[in-house]
T-cell receptor
Framework: TQLLEQSPQFLSIQEGENLTVYCNSS?????LQWYRQEPGEGPVLLVT?????EVKKLKRLTFQFGDARKDSSLHITAAQPGDTGLYLC???????????FGAGTILRVKS | NAGVTQTPKFRILKIGQSMTLQCAQD?????MYWYRQDPGMGLKLIYY???????DKGEVPNGYNVSRSTTEDFPLRLELAAPSQTSVYFC??????????????FGPGTRLTVL
């Protein structure tokens, strides 16, 4: 049983489409992070959200932390082939402490 | 800076063999972590360390041991390899100060197969 449930597990879309990936839990987290991982490499941090309701934008990527700090979403506008990868959410119960990861969403953007 | 380095990149072990996965970081980070990643399961924390000489168990520590004699190095030891330990292993490090969750920097991983 995953403490953090990510959906969908797999997403294949055409270049230019929009998409949203969800990360849900019954637990309250002090912060939540999103990582992107490419094949054969380790995950790379995209963003950290710490305040309920917080929205952060990173170019075409928009991240939102739920008001109750139990869920988060990642929205990509006008997806590009370079966005292809595994997207992982990770929650922390205490600042600076251990992370709990979701199973990930595999995104494939076709040109 | 090289960041976080891991050796070896690939390894095949026979059941019952032992090995050490090496991890080093040159960023003077205080926290270091070992994760395993299985298909469709995300990353699971095996062990972590908050500084030299201090280690603690994560979510899936059974079958593994760690030590942290220096700030830079955090080796992971498998004593009696089992097929269930077939996985990709990632080492990570971060600099933690009170009151914030900081970035974890990951190494490139070690792909281990136990036959």
């Amino acid at each position: 049983t995953q403490l953090l449930e990510q959906s969908p597990q797999f997403l294949s879309i055409q270049e230019g489409e929009n998409l949203t990936v969800y990360c849900n839990s019954s637990s309250v987290f002090s912060s939540l992070q999103w990582y992107r991982q490419e094949p054969g490499e380790g995950p790379v941090l995209l963003v950290t959200v710490v305040t309920g309701g917080e929205v952060k934008k990173l170019k075409r990527l928009t991240f939102q932390f739920g008001d109750a700090r139990k869920d988060s979403s990642l929205h990509i506008t006008a997806a590009q082939p370079g966005d292809t990868g595994l997207y992982l959410c990770a929650g922390a119960w205490e600042y600076g402490n251990k992370l709990v990861f979701g199973a990930g969403t595999i995104l494939r953007v076709k040109s | 800076n090289a960041g976080v380095t891991q050796t070896p990149k690939f390894r095949i072990l026979k059941i019952g063999q032992s090995m050490t996965l090496q991890c080093a970081q040159d960023m003077n980070h205080n926290y270091m972590y070992w994760y395993r990643q299985d298909p469709g399961m995300g990353l699971k924390l095996i062990y972590y360390s908050v500084g030299a000489g201090i280690t603690d168990k994560g979510e899936v520590p059974n079958g593994y041991n760690v030590s942290r004699s220096t700030t830079e190095d955090f080796p992971l030891r498998l004593e009696l390899a089992a097929p269930s330990q077939t996985s990709v292993y990632f080492c990570a490090s971060s600099y933690i100060t009170s009151g914030r969750t900081d970035t974890q920097y990951f190494g490139p991983g070690t792909r281990l197969t136990v036959l």
